[in-house]
């Protein structure tokens, strides 16, 4: 059962920023990746910095790339725990796990908004513009959406296209379906339903 919602809480910034740089030259520090198997999910590759979680993979390919083979690791303890008590359908906000992730100043304005989005809940891509302060800037806030390292954790599934229509995600449309119906939404075909109509739907 999912626990209850505190909608004005803003995430703990326990992130580690660095300047914009190729995603290999960002494992500055490496520990090298671990798995995560969600339950009707699939596997996640974790991607671990000295100062945090850098990367979520959906493959393992990726993940190889960016630290090594023979540098598979345990899942820390706490983000184990987060991932497990999220993918049991509680509103798990992941303050808890520290981040060591790369990107510009206005890619991490994205990001920090993105983790105030509450659980269960979508915007679209015109409102995150709204809220980051860009409201011209959908594209470019669309595509700092993309470039988020640690989807879940940064919830980037929650942002929907024009008309509440799905739109895409780095895991694939199958995997934000997913991750939205966990959360309680209702998807009909590549509509999502969230429980009140927003002002900025049809942008």
């Given at each position: 059962?999912?626990?209850?919602?505190?909608?004005?809480?803003?995430?703990?910034?326990?992130?580690?920023?660095?300047?914009?740089?190729?995603?290999?030259?960002?494992?500055?520090?490496?520990?090298?990746?671990?798995?995560?198997?969600?339950?009707?999910?699939?596997?996640?590759y974790l991607v671990h910095n000295?100062?945090?979680?850098?990367?979520?993979?959906?493959?393992?390919?990726?993940?190889?790339?960016?630290?090594?083979?023979?540098?598979?690791?345990?899942?820390?303890?706490?983000?184990?725990?987060?991932?497990?008590?999220?993918?049991?359908?509680?509103?798990?906000?992941?303050?808890?796990?520290?981040?060591?992730?790369?990107?510009?100043?206005?890619?991490?304005?994205?990001?920090?908004?993105?983790?105030?989005?509450?659980?269960?809940?979508?915007?679209?891509?015109?409102?995150?513009?709204?809220?980051?302060?860009?409201?011209?800037?959908?594209?470019?806030?669309?595509?700092?959406?993309s470039k988020n390292p640690v989807?879940?954790?940064?919830?980037?599934?929650?942002?929907?296209?024009?008309?509440?229509?799905?739109?895409?995600?780095?895991?694939?449309?199958?995997?934000?379906?997913?991750?939205?119906?966990?959360?309680?939404?209702?998807?009909?075909?590549?509509?999502?339903?969230?429980?009140?109509?927003?002002?900025?739907?049809?942008?």
């Amino acid at each position: 059962m999912a626990a209850t919602k505190n909608k004005n809480a803003t995430p703990t910034k326990r992130i580690t920023p660095h300047a914009s740089t190729p995603r290999s030259e960002s494992i500055t520090r490496p520990l090298g990746f671990s798995r995560y198997a969600a339950k009707g999910f699939g596997t996640l590759y974790l991607v671990h910095n000295e100062g945090g979680l850098a990367f979520i993979e959906f493959d393992l390919e990726p993940a190889v790339r960016l630290v090594g083979r023979r540098q598979e690791i345990e899942c820390p303890a706490p983000l184990k725990a987060a991932l497990d008590r999220y993918f049991r359908g509680e509103d798990e906000r992941f303050e808890d796990v520290a981040l060591d992730i790369s990107g510009t100043d206005f890619q991490r304005r994205v990001w920090e908004e993105l983790r105030r989005i509450p659980y269960g809940e979508v915007i679209s891509y015109g409102e995150l513009a709204e809220r980051v302060g860009a409201p011209t800037a959908t594209r470019a806030v669309g595509n700092a959406n993309s470039k988020n390292p640690v989807p879940i954790l940064i919830p980037c599934h929650r942002v929907v296209a024009v008309g509440m229509r799905i739109g895409g995600y780095t895991g694939g449309v199958r995997r934000k379906v997913d991750l939205l119906r966990l959360e309680g939404l209702q998807v009909d075909g590549d509509r999502v339903r969230r429980k009140s109509p927003g002002l900025f739907d049809q942008r």
